[in-house]
């Protein structure tokens, strides 16, 4: 089991960043898949970005909205997840969540497979 605290949102001014972090903390954190959902008010969640890491290699996933703008990370050293986000756009204002799931047969981009969440950290980009 895993424990997600999710950290490093607020307000921004589109086409500025902010960098998001999510402390992990339980057992076997590398062997995590990780990754960002984001919800904005009345809308479904949306899938932002993830990774696996295995052997010291990383795969990234990222939504076709996002990609070339936003970046995920981490650390495993300290057991942190993180999201870097670039460029931002006044439709990117939504409750973001670090998840964590176990490394399996893919599916990375839905939001269901995730079974750890963190609390969520709020990114307003203001026009």
């Known amino acids: 089991q895993v424990h997600l605290v999710d950290s490093g949102g607020g307000l921004v001014q589109a086409g500025g960043s902010v960098r998001l972090s999510c402390a992990a903390s339980g057992r076997a954190f590398s062997s995590y898949a990780m990754g960002w959902v984001r919800q904005a008010p009345g809308k479904e969640r949306e899938f932002v970005a993830a990774?696996?890491?295995?052997?010291?290699?990383?795969?990234?996933y990222a939504a076709d909205s996002v990609k070339g703008r936003f970046t995920i990370s981490r650390d495993n050293t300290d057991n942190t997840l993180y999201l870097q986000m670039n460029s931002l756009k006044p439709e990117g204002s939504a409750g973001y969540y670090c998840?964590?799931?176990?490394?399996?047969?893919?599916?990375?981009?839905?939001?269901?497979?995730?079974?750890?969440w963190g609390q969520g950290t709020q990114v307003t980009v203001s026009s």
């Open positions: 998840a964590a799931r176990i490394v399996g047969v893919g599916f990375y981009e839905r939001p269901d497979t995730y079974r750890y």
């Open positions: 990774m696996t890491w295995r052997s010291g290699t990383s795969t990234y």
